[in-house]
């Protein structure tokens, strides 16, 4: 995936030099003063596409145009300017996702009230699909796994047989008035706690696990306080601030968006693979930002660091005695 990344953005810089080359080639041989002869003259056309200034002829004849009144707005607007407020229609709008023998077999909790759920032997996975809505992950006062939402109707939590807590949240883009907040006693250590978020927002503090694994779209994961062994981010657009412990593997690949890493141990403590493409990695106080500045780094320690980035920002810091 580097190389063909890599591969990628060599082959479109190339072709970018040669466009450009080109158009120098054409305006040296008088293109550049015909042009603007035939925009002078209104007479610019695009060989047989029917394209000519002032007028639109497109083939075949069939195309309505609709003209902008005065304030540059069509007459004829597609959107109700109510659509964006209104209420989801539980059967309509809302696209689930769920196993349909979850239905069957276990019992959600779509109250509004704030419910115990589980008890904190019971639960061992923790998996949450957020889409668009805000969640808070953080711990509970007794021994109790605790979840309330404000929109009872289009947001389940449910225990599965094998130990996982789930909760299923809002799949379309653009509700961001969907509350969840989940509670996790304070003295557990979970085995996986696995995060898909899209263009939501996401704040989980205190909460340990074997293993985290995040993937964040356009939204936004904020993490503090944690103490995980291995993790894993995948990022989109979105942001991702992770404060807190790492004792194993760390795994990150960030597309166009950010993320910023403090760690509380040394820096020592990973040996690292380094992939930057059209982004920018800043590791400590080493920076790398071209395709050709990749690196390699054993320090002969017991865990790997896999840091790549292609169009995005990447920066980890080290913090001990934290």
Same mark, same amino acid.
């Given at each position: 995936m580097k190389k063909f990344v890599k591969g990628c953005?060599? /082959?479109?810089?190339?072709?970018?030099? /040669?466009?450009?080359?080109?158009?120098?080639?054409?305006?040296?041989?008088g293109g550049g003063e015909l042009f603007v002869r035939a925009m002078e003259n209104n007479e610019f056309s695009i060989g047989d596409m029917g394209y000519r200034m002032n007028s639109v002829t497109v083939h075949p004849d069939s195309v309505t145009v609709h003209p902008f009144d005065q304030d540059g707005q069509n007459d004829d607007w597609m959107f109700d300017e109510e659509s964006d407020d209104q209420d989801w229609d539980k059967d309509d709008d809302y696209d689930n996702d769920w196993d349909d023998d979850d239905y069957d077999t276990h019992e959600f909790f779509n109250t509004t009230e704030k419910t115990a759920v589980a008890s904190k032997d019971d639960i061992q996975v923790i998996d949450l699909k957020v889409g668009a809505a805000q969640l808070k992950v953080g711990q509970s006062e007794d021994d109790q796994y605790w979840f309330q939402c404000n929109e009872g109707k289009i947001v389940q939590c449910y225990v599965k047989d094998d130990n996982t807590l789930v909760i299923r949240g809002v799949n379309k883009i653009g509700n961001h008035n969907v509350k969840i907040y989940l509670y996790v006693?304070?003295?557990v250590r979970l085995d996986f706690v696995n995060i898909e978020l899209g263009a939501g927002q996401?704040?989980?503090?205190?909460?340990?696990?074997?293993?985290?694994?995040?993937? /964040?779209?356009?939204?936004?994961?904020?993490?503090?306080g944690m103490d995980v062994n291995d993790i894993s981010l995948e990022v989109g657009a979105g942001e991702v601030d992770y404060a807190g412990t790492v004792q194993g593997d760390i795994d990150v690949d960030c597309a166009m968006g950010q993320v910023k890493m403090n760690l509380y141990s040394r820096e020592q403590d990973w040996n690292y693979d380094i992939s930057c493409a059209a982004g920018q990695i800043q590791l400590s106080d080493m920076v790398y930002d071209n395709l050709f500045n990749d690196a390699k780094i054993d320090n002969n320690a017991m865990w790997d660091c896999d840091l790549e980035c292609t169009m995005?920002?990447?920066? /980890?810091?080290?913090?001990?005695?934290a």
């Open positions: 953005l060599l /082959v479109a810089g190339g072709l970018c030099v /040669v466009g450009l080359l080109m158009v120098c080639v054409c305006a040296a041989m006693p304070a003295d996401i704040r989980m503090d205190g909460i340990q696990s074997g293993v985290l694994d995040a993937a /964040v779209g356009a939204g936004q994961a904020k993490f503090t995005g920002q990447i920066a /980890v810091t080290f913090q001990q005695g």
